[in-house]
């Protein structure tokens, strides 16, 4: 009698864009539908992984990302060595974060197949969210150690065009004392934004000195942008500024069919 070997699944590196789920790709809705086991990070906005959820087939399974880059990779060959479709849905893209390059450097190294599928940046997508333009030279990054930042390289980057940054909360002080210290003029236009692409984003204007006290209540991940290219948002500024913006508005229907209202309303 023969043994019938299991046949091997593959891992997805999904990016899950800046967090509107409609920003979501074709491809990454493909990878997300046919999975099996989404672990997904703890910064997935609660909207977008409920879109993801309900896309999913009845026994997929979710559970977060959890330890380091290794703990991950072990999570997710240890699912395609089982036959099954395993997908990592990483928050913006997934060659954006150091720790997910890890994680398909480990997978790369065995003869598990793998997939990497691109996602909207949370720094690039958040500043044109918030009518921020990054054209011409830009540098933008998804922060993940600010102690790991070049400084004076976005103190050059800011001379010439457009930084957008996307970081913790609680880091925009250690930022400001580096971009200070790097030669930023104290002067230079700031902005911040909070829960970008989100229902209740919120801009917060302002200059490289005072940015700390114009962030205050900001929580979570937030992207600063600056530079010259901040000015612009006085005119080009529209997620923010659609009528219905803030509003709460009840539909008064069932869940299945006021889908589509929602939509409507939510794009207004």
Do not use: C
Not at 21 to 30: K, N, S
Not at 152 to 178: F, H
Not at 194 to 217: E, F, M, R
Not at 243 to 268: D, F, H
């Amino acid at each position: 009698m023969t043994r019938t070997r299991k046949a091997t699944g593959h891992i997805s590196f999904v990016g899950a864009g800046p967090g509107d789920p409609g920003l979501l790709t074709q491809r990454a809705l493909e990878a997300l539908a046919s999975a099996d086991h989404v672990v997904f990070d703890r910064g997935i906005p609660e909207p977008l992984l409920g879109t993801v959820r309900a896309g999913a087939h009845e026994e997929a399974q979710f559970s977060p990302a959890e330890g380091a880059s290794g703990d991950v990779a072990k999570v997710l060959l240890s699912a395609a060595r089982s036959g099954l479709h395993a997908v990592h849905l990483v928050a913006g893209d997934p060659f954006g974060h150091e720790s997910v390059v890890r994680e398909v450097q480990a997978v790369a190294r065995t003869a598990v197949p793998f997939e990497v599928v691109p996602g909207i940046g949370q720094a690039a997508g958040v500043a044109t969210y918030a009518g921020i333009p990054l054209a011409g030279v830009r540098t933008v990054a998804d922060v993940e150690d600010v102690g790991e930042v070049d400084y004076a390289g976005l103190a050059l980057a800011a001379a010439r065009g457009a930084v957008a940054l996307s970081v913790e909360a609680g880091d925009l002080a250690a930022v400001r004392d580096g971009l200070l210290a790097a030669g930023v003029e104290p002067a230079t236009p700031v902005s911040v934004t909070g829960d970008g692409t989100g229902d209740t984003q919120y801009t917060a204007t302002s200059t490289v000195d005072s940015l700390v006290a114009a962030s205050l209540g900001f929580a979570g991940r937030v992207v600063l942008a600056v530079g010259a290219a901040v000015a612009n948002r006085d005119k080009l500024s529209w997620w923010e500024n659609r009528p219905l913006y803030g509003w709460k508005v009840l539909v008064p229907r069932t869940k299945e069919q006021a889908g589509a209202m929602s939509e409507r309303l939510r794009a207004y």
